[in-house]
């Protein structure tokens, strides 16, 4: 089970942190990953971490959103910067296991003056 936090409403240019807390261990998870759904359009991939420490970005976010993994308190974080509108989206969390893919529940960034 995947819990995510941090969502919530940020000027543009300002940050937030999304945490996610696992309650599997990191050691059973293949990789991590933050995808995010914004009104009208499909769920897009944002960030992913392999248990190697490997990372990705889609190119909108390089640069500005930065995904870390504690493995000692099994949270995954995204750190975001310079927020803009485009950002905004309900947030999701995922882990990929043996057994496939489990997703949090959203948590909804609001960007906006």
């Known amino acids: 089970q995947l819990q995510a936090s941090g969502g919530g409403l940020v000027q543009p240019g300002g940050s937030l942190r999304l945490s996610c807390a696992s309650s599997?261990?990191?050691?059973?998870?293949?990789?991590l990953g933050w995808y995010r759904q914004a009104p009208g359009n499909q769920r897009e991939l944002v960030t992913t971490i392999t248990s190697a420490g490997v990372t990705n970005y889609t190119d909108s976010v390089k640069g500005r959103f930065t995904i870390s993994r504690d493995n000692v308190r099994n949270t995954v974080y995204l750190q975001m910067n310079s927020l803009i509108p485009e950002d905004m989206a309900v947030y999701y969390c995922?882990?990929?296991?043996?057994?496939?893919?489990?997703w949090g529940q959203g948590t909804l960034v609001t960007v906006s003056s």
């Open positions: 995922s882990a990929d296991h043996n057994w496939g893919r489990t």
């Open positions: 599997m261990s990191f050691r059973r998870i293949h990789a």
